[in-house]
């Protein structure tokens, strides 16, 4: 079964479509460029979706829906906006047999549907602030598709908030990136670095973009999650306009944030290996499955199933959930059984024979590294969640050494290429170049700037590229 896996060291790609297919992740749609998530896929998206739910409700944001269609005059009232998503458009030009007055495109994002919406709601300070999220599907026409990371139609969730000054929306700007930093570090297992995007690398329309950014184990930067501070730019195009405490007309300060299940293809190229599927044990829907095991089918019926149950009963209301299964494959031989669940990424395998019946025991098998342990059936309850807990952290950590030992500094753009060449992964500079300076580093290098690091935004030095004084500390790689 492990042949069905091509090994991440000969083909990278390959492995990731292979580790997809095998755990069930996903396949593609008869459309090109769109994917179905199948139920394995999908419950590992429900899973980070709650998190992240409950994170927003917690900060007060409330969930919305907005429409699916937008009329094609409305990406145009922000110039940058349009420019930026144009070319990824799907557009609807007739319905119902007939040619429509006006095109409507298929939403690549919400903020000017939301935006008019939003004139409408706003009339006075009193009115503000308004936190809304929603969790939709979008289009936008991707050329090159990768399931997950990159497909036409996509699973997201967008926030949009309206507040009355500037510095009320910087500041929800920021707390909703930490928001996507705790989710990401505590559930995903993702050692992100925050930070503030290049003015080349900002969301079309924003004054400015903060970014999550998470080293893949190629060695590729991978985009996460991004929240954008958008001034007063989609409020004077769509006519966000309150009366203020002191009587007087204003533009709001909106802001957006979103992230996708782009972040399932981050969890599958951080943690997962060449035999399968690798996941952290909080966004695992099922985080340990009992394996009766026994060539005897009345032994299965009256001793082996009956513990099982027992068994999958006491460990699920350790977990608080339905987070624990039993296994009924028997007509499998115990190896393909076993490696069933390692492939779609379990994170225990609880092995329950004959020898563990007697003993009354259970022989515990840890995916993240193979180790063996046995667990009386006494201590199972408290056992399995403190062993699910270890397996995070330690996903964690195996993520986070793997960025810090692939992370380098570079001087000048002779010592940038060939680090970028020998070694790859994030290449610390000093940086103060332009637009033009960004897309010509991208042409000669194919890496593009990720974000100048919160960790280091005190730093100043001689920019790498055009020797300009004054600096900040960013962070280059190739990316997905």
Same mark, same amino acid.
């Given at each position: 079964?492990?042949?069905?896996?091509?090994?991440?060291?000969?083909?990278?790609?390959?492995?990731?479509?292979?580790?997809?297919?095998?755990?069930?992740?996903?396949?593609?749609?008869?459309?090109?460029?769109?994917?179905?998530?199948?139920?394995?896929?999908?419950?590992?998206?429900?899973?980070?979706?709650?998190?992240?739910?409950?994170?927003?409700?917690?900060?007060?944001?409330?969930?919305?829906?907005?429409?699916?269609?937008?009329?094609?005059?409305?990406?145009?009232?922000?110039?940058?906006?349009?420019?930026?998503?144009?070319?990824?458009?799907?557009?609807?030009?007739?319905?119902?047999?007939?040619?429509?007055?006006?095109?409507?495109?298929?939403?690549?994002?919400?903020?000017?549907?939301?935006?008019?919406?939003?004139?409408?709601?706003?009339?006075?300070?009193?009115?503000?602030?308004?936190?809304?999220?929603?969790?939709?599907?979008?289009?936008?026409?991707?050329?090159?598709?990768?399931?997950?990371?990159?497909?036409?139609?996509?699973?997201?969730?967008?926030?949009?908030?309206?507040?009355?000054?500037?510095?009320?929306? !910087?500041?929800?700007? /920021?707390?909703?990136?930490?928001?996507?930093? =705790?989710?990401?570090? *505590?559930? $995903?297992? +993702? &050692?992100?670095?925050?930070?503030?995007?290049?003015?080349?690398?900002?969301?079309?329309?924003?004054?400015?973009?903060?970014?999550?950014?998470?080293?893949?184990?190629?060695?590729?930067?991978?985009?996460?999650?991004?929240?954008?501070?958008?001034?007063?730019?989609?409020?004077?195009?769509?006519?966000?306009?309150?009366?203020?405490?002191?009587?007087?007309?204003?533009?709001?300060?909106?802001?957006?944030?979103? !992230?996708?299940?782009? /972040?399932?293809?981050?969890?599958?190229?951080? =943690?997962?290996?060449? *035999?399968? $599927?690798? +996941? &952290?044990?909080?966004?695992?829907?099922?985080?340990?499955?009992?394996?009766?095991?026994?060539?005897?089918?009345?032994?299965?019926?009256?001793?082996?199933?009956?513990?099982?149950?027992?068994?999958?009963?006491?460990?699920?209301?350790?977990?608080?959930?339905?987070?624990?299964?039993?296994?009924?494959?028997?007509?499998?031989?115990?190896?393909?059984?076993?490696?069933?669940?390692?492939?779609?990424?379990?994170?225990?395998?609880?092995? /329950?024979?004959?020898?563990?019946?007697?003993?009354?025991?259970?022989?515990?098998?840890?995916?993240?590294?193979?180790?063996?342990?046995?667990?009386?059936?006494?201590?199972?309850?408290?056992?399995?969640?403190?062993?699910?807990?270890?397996?995070?952290?330690?996903?964690?950590?195996?993520?986070?050494?793997?960025?810090?030992?692939?992370?380098?500094?570079?001087?000048?753009?002779?010592?940038?290429?060939?680090?970028?060449?020998?070694?790859?992964?994030?290449?610390?500079?000093?940086?103060?170049?332009?637009?033009?300076?960004?897309?010509?580093?991208?042409?000669?290098?194919?890496?593009?700037?990720?974000?100048?690091?919160?960790?280091?935004?005190?730093?100043?030095?001689?920019?790498?590229?055009?020797?300009?004084?004054?600096?900040?500390?960013?962070?280059?790689?190739?990316?997905?």
């Amino acid at each position: 079964m492990a042949k069905n896996i091509t090994p991440k060291e000969k083909d990278y790609s390959q492995w990731y479509l292979d580790v997809i297919r095998v755990a069930e992740m996903a396949d593609y749609a008869p459309v090109r460029g769109c994917m179905v998530v199948r139920p394995t896929g999908y419950a590992v998206w429900e899973l980070v979706q709650k998190h992240f739910d409950d994170a927003f409700k917690e900060t007060g944001h409330v969930n919305a829906a907005f429409p699916l269609l937008i009329p094609q005059s409305f990406l145009s009232k922000e110039a940058e906006h349009v420019e930026g998503f144009a070319p990824e458009c799907a557009v609807v030009t007739h319905a119902g047999g007939e040619e429509l007055e006006e095109p409507l495109i298929v939403r690549p994002t919400s903020e000017t549907v939301i935006g008019y919406m939003y004139s409408k709601w706003v009339q006075s300070w009193r009115d503000l602030p308004i936190l809304i999220n929603q969790w939709c599907n979008v289009m936008r026409w991707e050329k090159r598709p990768r399931l997950f990371l990159r497909t036409s139609e996509f699973l997201w969730q967008e926030g949009h908030t309206a507040h009355a000054s500037k510095d009320e929306a !910087v500041e929800e700007t /920021l707390r909703m990136l930490e928001v996507y930093r =705790h989710i990401m570090t *505590d559930y $995903l297992a +993702l &050692p992100v670095l925050e930070g503030e995007k290049t003015e080349g690398e900002r969301f079309p329309g924003a004054d400015n973009t903060y970014t999550c950014e998470t080293m893949m184990s190629d060695k590729k930067a991978l985009q996460a999650g991004t929240s954008h501070y958008l001034g007063q730019n989609f409020a004077k195009a769509f006519e966000i306009q309150f009366q203020n405490r002191d009587g007087e007309m204003e533009f709001a300060y909106t802001t957006s944030w979103g !992230v996708s299940t782009r /972040l399932i293809g981050a969890i599958i190229m951080t =943690h997962a290996d060449n *035999d399968g $599927l690798v +996941l &952290p044990p909080r966004i695992a829907p099922v985080k340990a499955v009992i394996i009766p095991i026994s060539t005897s089918d009345e032994k299965i019926d009256k001793e082996l199933m009956p513990k099982a149950a027992e068994l999958k009963a006491a460990l699920n209301e350790a977990l608080g959930g339905r987070f624990v299964n039993v296994d009924t494959q028997f007509h499998m031989r115990p190896g393909d059984r076993f490696f069933s669940h390692l492939q779609k990424g379990v994170p225990l395998r609880l092995e /329950l024979g004959e020898k563990e019946y007697a003993a009354e025991k259970l022989r515990v098998v840890r995916r993240d590294t193979g180790e063996k342990i046995d667990i009386a059936w006494a201590d199972a309850p408290t056992a399995i969640p403190a062993l699910l807990d270890e397996i995070q952290r330690n996903l964690y950590n195996r993520a986070l050494e793997f960025r810090l030992a692939n992370t380098h500094r570079a001087e000048n753009m002779e010592e940038f290429k060939r680090l970028l060449e020998e070694k790859g992964g994030f290449i610390e500079v000093f940086f103060g170049g332009s637009k033009a300076d960004e897309k010509a580093i991208k042409e000669a290098t194919g890496a593009t700037p990720r974000c100048f690091p919160f960790a280091h935004a005190e730093e100043r030095g001689k920019c790498f590229y055009t020797g300009k004084e004054g600096a900040r500390k960013a962070i280059f790689a190739k990316a997905y």
